[in-house]
């Protein structure tokens, strides 16, 4: 059973396809809107979500299907103790494809071990985001038309932040990719991130903790929040958690044809001001999520033998 935990469990080729299909959703919707008819996804959120969650309901809405799940580990059995792979079997009863997000790393993978239907990792801990990704894929396609040849920074929080760990998983398969890593010391993206995507293959990379710095050569700038929840003590999350904000000043050092990205929410990292610059795209990321989600609900719907 294919199942989607890892953005690297898709090839390249995939990827294009899965964007392929999202461009052609948002052209031709009407050819999309029954093809799920009768198939049901389950949403089953054990941490808080607003757009993961309401985009993987909307795409299969979109679809013609049906939802189901939850949206706090407390309201399920859980609370009494039932473990992810327990709840996966159980699940797997009533839902066709199932879209998990979890605090623990690797429980999806976890899920998708015994469930008898697709999982989709919808977020575990400060681990993976590959559906995230989908989105920032799409992104990036439909802004810059290319995925080769650009300068990426990322910004924040780089070692809990999740989103980070997915995107730089995926760029890292592209040529002619640099990345300039801006965090606090305290934050800087995990050394198995860094090894594992960036250093084996020799992928130019610098680490600075000033955003001024870097702005004149970035093509895109991932913004991300500082994330609290993942935190061991509230001091050193107040001492940290402005350590970056894009206002309107430090934009006139970027290119003009910059791609501001944030996968969402924003704390206090970007500045509402910058919503206004035709450069800041974290809005349409949001909308391309939708798109993306169900060109991946019809993928794996498919390669499951559930639709045709
Ligand atoms: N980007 C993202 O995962 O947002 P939510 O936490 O609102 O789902």
Same mark, same amino acid.
């Not at 049901?40 to 799940?69: H, K, Y």
């Given at each position: 059973? +294919?199942?989607?935990?890892?953005?690297?469990?898709?090839?390249?080729?995939?990827?294009?396809?899965?964007?392929?299909?999202?461009? %052609?959703?948002? %052209?031709?919707?009407?050819?999309?809107?029954?093809?799920?008819?009768?198939?049901?996804?389950?949403?089953?959120?054990?941490?808080?979500?607003?757009?993961?969650?309401?985009?993987?309901?909307?795409?299969?809405?979109?679809?013609?299907?049906?939802?189901?799940?939850?949206?706090?580990?407390?309201?399920?059995?859980?609370?009494?103790?039932?473990?992810?792979?327990?709840?996966?079997?159980?699940?797997?009863?009533?839902?066709?494809?199932?879209?998990?997000?979890?605090?623990?790393?690797?429980?999806?993978?976890?899920?998708?071990?015994?469930?008898?239907?697709?999982?989709?990792?919808?977020?575990?801990?400060?681990?993976?985001?590959?559906?995230?990704?989908?989105?920032?894929?799409?992104?990036?396609?439909?802004?810059?038309?290319?995925?080769?040849?650009?300068?990426?920074?990322?910004?924040?929080?780089?070692?809990?932040?999740?989103?980070?760990?997915?995107?730089?998983?995926?760029?890292?398969?592209?040529?002619?990719?640099?990345?300039?890593?801006?965090?606090?010391?305290?934050?800087?993206?995990?050394?198995?991130?860094?090894?594992?995507?960036?250093?084996?293959?020799?992928?130019?990379?610098?680490?600075?903790?000033?955003?001024?710095?870097?702005?004149?050569?970035?093509?895109?700038?991932?913004?991300?929040?500082?994330?609290?929840?993942?935190?061991?003590?509230?001091?050193?999350?107040?001492?940290?958690?402005?350590?970056?904000?894009?206002?309107?000043?430090?934009?006139?050092?970027?290119?003009?044809?910059?791609?501001?990205?944030?996968?969402?929410?924003?704390?206090?990292?970007?500045?509402?001001?910058?919503?206004?610059?035709?450069?800041?795209?974290?809005?349409?990321?949001?909308?391309?999520?939708?798109?993306? +989600?169900?060109?991946?609900?019809?993928?794996?719907?498919?390669?499951?033998?559930?639709?045709?």
């Amino acid at each position: 059973m +294919r199942s989607l935990i890892d953005i690297l469990d898709f090839t390249t080729e995939e990827l294009d396809e899965l964007i392929q299909v999202a461009c %052609d959703i948002i %052209d031709n919707p009407d050819k999309y809107s029954e093809i799920c008819h009768g198939k049901t996804l389950a949403t089953l959120f054990f941490e808080p979500s607003t757009r993961t969650r309401l985009s993987f309901e909307a795409a299969m809405f979109e679809l013609g299907g049906n939802v189901l799940g939850f949206s706090e580990a407390g309201s399920s059995s859980a609370a009494k103790g039932e473990s992810v792979a327990d709840t996966a079997k159980t699940v797997s009863c009533y839902a066709d494809i199932i879209a998990m997000r979890h605090p623990k790393e690797g429980a999806p993978y976890v899920a998708s071990q015994v469930a008898t239907v697709p999982v989709i990792n919808a977020g575990d801990g400060g681990h993976l985001h590959p559906t995230q990704t989908l989105a920032d894929l799409l992104t990036i396609y439909r802004e810059k038309g290319r995925f080769n040849n650009l300068t990426v920074g990322v910004c924040g929080d780089l070692k809990f932040g999740r989103t980070v760990h997915s995107l730089i998983a995926a760029m890292s398969r592209y040529p002619d990719i640099n990345f300039v890593l801006i965090s606090p010391e305290e934050l800087k993206l995990p050394s198995y991130v860094k090894t594992e995507y960036i250093k084996e293959k020799n992928i130019p990379y610098t680490q600075t903790t000033s955003l001024e710095e870097a702005m004149p050569k970035l093509d895109i700038l991932y913004m991300t929040r500082v994330q609290r929840e993942r935190f061991f003590n509230e001091e050193d999350y107040l001492r940290l958690k402005d350590s970056y904000i894009l206002d309107t000043e430090k934009m006139k050092a970027g290119k003009e044809d910059l791609v501001v990205m944030h996968p969402l929410p924003r704390v206090n990292e970007i500045s509402v001001a910058v919503d206004n610059d035709p450069r800041a795209c974290y809005f349409k990321q949001v909308l391309y999520g939708k798109y993306m +989600r169900m060109a991946l609900i019809l993928k794996l719907l498919k390669e499951a033998g559930t639709i045709k």
